[in-house]
Antibody, heavy 122, light 111 residues
Framework: QVQLQESGPGLVEPSQTLSLTCTVS??????????WSWIRQPAGKGLEWIGR???????NYNPSLKSRVTISVDTSKNQLSLNVNSVTAADTAVYYC??????????????WGQGTLVTVSS | QSALTQPASVSGSLGQSITISCSGT?????????VSWYQQYPGKAPKLMIY???KRPSGVSNRFSGSKSGNTASLTISGLQAEDEADYYC???????????FGGGTKLTVL
């Protein structure tokens, strides 16, 4: 069973770049053909899909965040990364990484990390 | 404002059944059989409960079932147990431009 673990700074200053890493264990990120997603959840609010990356490196993003977001994968480290630039307080949230979704296997987010809280504040 | 509409809260008594609705459009729920449902306890990551509208992952109780009619998907929990008290989110594929949309979430209270 694959496990995911998010990591990164818990505090980011406004206008700066938020950078997070998700480390995958229990399997190689490049074995098989999977999508890997980032999702966020502001305190007391719902889930928001940020984007996904395929094993090959191709990406899809939430149109509302696309201009500020970059997702990448480092197969040598078994990690995926998230960068969100020009952050504001509205980017304060718990950030999750997850495996999926993929239309070929049912389009769901099957394995999730535990999440990491990022606060945007000076 | 979430793309999919869910009731903010539902409640039911122990042993009863409840249904949570997830209203979308012909661009998401209505056009694809890719609705999934997630259960989330406070401070925890979401857990997949239903995918492809009606399928249960291994290990999920058969008290959880999903359905769809038109642009609305539904999650039904039968034989309510105290441990079912949680937030529930629906999610749908929304085409090759938007890709993924979530509902706003429904808080289930077991009385």
């Amino acid at each position: 069973q694959v496990q995911l673990q998010e990591s990164g700074p818990g505090l980011v200053e406004p206008s700066q770049t938020l950078s997070l890493t998700c480390t995958v264990s229990g399997g190689s990120i490049s074995s098989g053909s999977f999508y890997w997603s980032w999702i966020r959840q502001p305190a007391g609010k719902g889930l928001e899909w940020i984007g996904r990356i395929y094993t090959s490196g191709s990406t899809n993003y939430n149109p509302s965040l696309k201009s500020r977001v970059t997702i990448s994968v480092d197969t040598s480290k078994n990690q995926l990364s998230l960068n969100v630039n020009s952050v504001t307080a509205a980017d304060t949230a718990v950030y999750y990484c997850a495996r999926g979704p993929d239309r070929r296997d049912g389009f769901f987010l099957g394995s999730w990390g535990q999440g990491t809280l990022v606060t945007v504040s000076s | 404002q979430s793309a999919l509409t869910q009731p903010a809260s539902v409640s039911g008594s122990l042993g009863q059944s409840i249904t949570i609705s997830c209203s979308g459009t012909s661009s998401d729920v209505g056009s694809y059989n890719f609705v999934s449902w997630y259960q989330q306890y406070p401070g925890k990551a979401p857990k997949l409960m239903i995918y492809e509208g009606t399928k249960r992952p291994s290990g999920v109780s058969n008290r959880f079932s999903g359905s769809k009619s038109g642009n609305t998907a539904s999650l039904t929990i039968s034989g309510l147990q105290a441990e079912d008290e949680a937030d529930y989110y629906c999610c749908s594929y929304a085409g090759s431009s938007t890709f993924v949309v979530f509902g706003g979430g429904t808080k289930l209270t077991v009385l």
